[in-house]
């Protein structure tokens, strides 16, 4: 039974940094594994997706060169490092589990955490 629980969201100024954390359970080296986030009154946008067994990483335009998602298999957790962050990076951010995929950013994620918010003010 795979589980994700994540933490780190709260509220920032913008220019600030947050990490958000995903403690997985049931997921093997072999899964993809990625953080999406949903605004109000918006669709869920993929963020950043990492291959857990290759470390290959692919993030969203909106986030390249200020978001980075990386893993520590020892405590199978996912991180998002979130820097520079805008008004408009404000929304729901959830982790995700999916089957293994030679690209993480276009399988179908099957798990679903519950979400941390994250409020970026100007």
């Known amino acids: 039974q795979v589980q994700l629980v994540e933490s780190g969201g709260g509220s920032v100024q913008a220019g600030g940094s947050l990490r958000l954390s995903c403690a997985a359970s049931?997921?093997?080296?072999?899964?993809?594994m990625g953080w999406f986030r949903q605004a109000p009154g918006k669709e869920r946008e993929g963020v950043a997706h990492i291959n857990r067994s290759n470390r290959i990483t692919t993030y969203a335009d909106s986030v390249k060169g200020r978001f980075t998602i990386s893993q520590d298999n020892a405590k199978n957790t996912i991180y998002l490092q979130m820097s520079s962050l805008q008004p408009e990076d404000t929304a729901l951010y959830y982790c995700?589990?999916?089957?293994?995929?030679?690209?993480?950013?276009?399988?179908?994620?099957?798990?679903w955490g519950q979400g941390t918010q994250v409020t970026v003010s100007s």
């Open positions: 049931g997921v093997t080296w072999r899964n993809c």
């Open positions: 995700a589990a999916g089957p293994y995929g030679s690209d993480c950013a276009r399988i179908t994620y099957a798990y």
